[in-house]
């Protein structure tokens, strides 16, 4: 079978926003009487902005102590603080290797795809000055289930007209590895952890179109057999 996609997240495979969320959330928790560490916020990685505020509560033992609006209130307080720290954001700031993958996936004539659970994402590619790399982004805005659920990556292979079978989605997040398994397609993840990637690289130094071809040909020989 030819490899006909690949898929993206975008927060800490493109570029390395994962850790201004981080900053972000660590600002309102504090706001909020909550203390939380990079160790906790891998738990958010993948997970919607509102989903993300539940967990935090949640580790806070405050889920009861904010009703509705309340909660909008936070969520709307983090996005804030997230957009300002975006200011900084422009063409230099690709994860190392992503603009030559970005190329050369173009170049073998194989789709690419954006599969964010980021209201923020479209803004995002625009300061990056990617847009125009992706031939299809899955929208945010209507996505009912965050990662681990596979409903962006599905949404993403739809958008691209191809089988979840013929694409490699790229996840840094536990909950986007999932997401990706669950939607039948093979998982390449960046950084520790990721026991469950079909293939895990340290870095995006290591995520070379070569690396994916290499990937691809050694699964799909081992499916046939
Ligand atoms: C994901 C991030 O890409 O997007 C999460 O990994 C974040 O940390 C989620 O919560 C939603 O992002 P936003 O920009 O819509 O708040
Ligand atoms: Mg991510």
Redesign the pocket.
């Known amino acids: 079978m030819r490899l006909k996609a690949v898929v993206f997240?975008?927060?800490?495979v493109i570029t390395d926003?994962?850790h201004l969320?981080?900053l972000a959330?660590h600002a309102v928790a504090q706001e909020a009487g909550i203390t939380i560490d990079e160790i906790f916020n891998e738990e958010?990685?993948?997970?919607?902005?509102m989903?993300?505020l539940v967990r935090i509560l949640r580790h806070g033992g405050k889920e009861e102590m904010f009703n509705h609006e309340q909660r909008l209130a936070l969520?709307s307080r983090?996005?804030d603080l997230?957009?300002r720290s975006l200011a900084s954001l422009n063409q230099e700031s690709l994860l190392p290797g992503i603009r030559e993958l970005l190329t050369e996936i173009r170049a073998a004539n194989v789709r690419i795809g954006l599969a964010?659970?980021?209201?923020?994402?479209p803004g995002i590619l625009h300061a990056l000055g990617i847009r125009q790399a992706f031939d299809f982004c899955a929208d945010?805005s209507r996505i009912a289930c965050?990662?681990p659920d596979p409903e962006i990556f599905l949404a993403a292979c739809a958008g691209l007209n191809v089988r979840p079978q013929e694409a490699i989605g790229i996840e840094?997040?536990a909950a986007?590895v999932e997401a990706i398994n669950a939607a039948g397609m093979l998982s390449v993840g960046i950084g520790p952890g990721l026991d469950h990637a079909g293939l895990q690289l340290r870095s995006t130094r290591e995520l070379t179109w070569k690396c994916l071809t290499d990937f691809w040909s050694s699964r799909t020989v081992l499916i046939r057999n």
């Not at 958010?44 to 902005?49: M, V």
């Not at 964010?116 to 994402?121: E, F, G, R, W």
């Open positions: 997240d975008l927060d800490g926003t994962a969320h981080f959330w958010l990685k993948g997970i919607s902005r989903d993300s969520a983090k996005n997230y957009v964010s659970v980021s209201l923020n994402a945010a965050s990662k840094d997040a986007g």
